[in-house]
């Protein structure tokens, strides 16, 4: 996803009838600004400093309004731990077991043999694969 200026965020956030309110705004900047795929805490740790006022209840208040808008989606990778993705295009995402990190990697099932499903219309998929990143791999240094 390509980085956007605040007069695109706030478009597109009232696009998808959300107020454009300063917090929605650098919330959904840093999303699309980074990539990493955060969490609450890291969105909240990330901008709190800058948005003395910000809570983490408004972080996660503001990530529900996101997803229930499809601004946003939540990735379920780990039981205990929501990330957040502005990229709402189909695409599958990877998880390194050593450092953490969520990457990105194309994955599109609209092409595939629907025959398996018995006519079932898809609307929504998740792909997620766990494993070592090329970082951490000591194979590839």
Avoid: Q, W
Avoid at 7 to 32: C, F, G, M, Q, T
Avoid at 101 to 120: E, K, M, R, T
Wanted: a negative charge; charged letters at 25%; one cysteine or more.
């Amino acid at each position: 996803m390509s980085k956007m200026t605040v007069p695109e965020i706030k478009k597109h956030l009232a696009n998808h009838n959300i107020r454009a309110s300063l917090p929605r705004v650098k919330i959904y900047d840093y999303l699309v600004t980074y990539e990493s795929h955060p969490t609450v805490d890291e969105i909240y740790n990330a901008l709190v400093d800058e948005l003395v006022t910000l809570s983490k209840t408004t972080v996660y208040n503001t990530m529900d309004l996101f997803a229930e808008n499809d601004v946003v989606i939540e990735l379920l990778i780990e039981k205990n731990e929501i990330r957040y993705d502005a990229d709402i295009m189909h695409h599958g995402h990877f998880k390194c077991i050593k450092c953490g990190d969520v990457f990105d990697f194309d994955y599109n099932l609209s092409n595939a043999d629907h025959d398996a499903l018995n006519g079932c219309e898809l609307k929504e998929y998740h792909a997620y694969i766990k494993g070592v990143c090329e970082n951490c791999n000591p194979k590839k240094h």
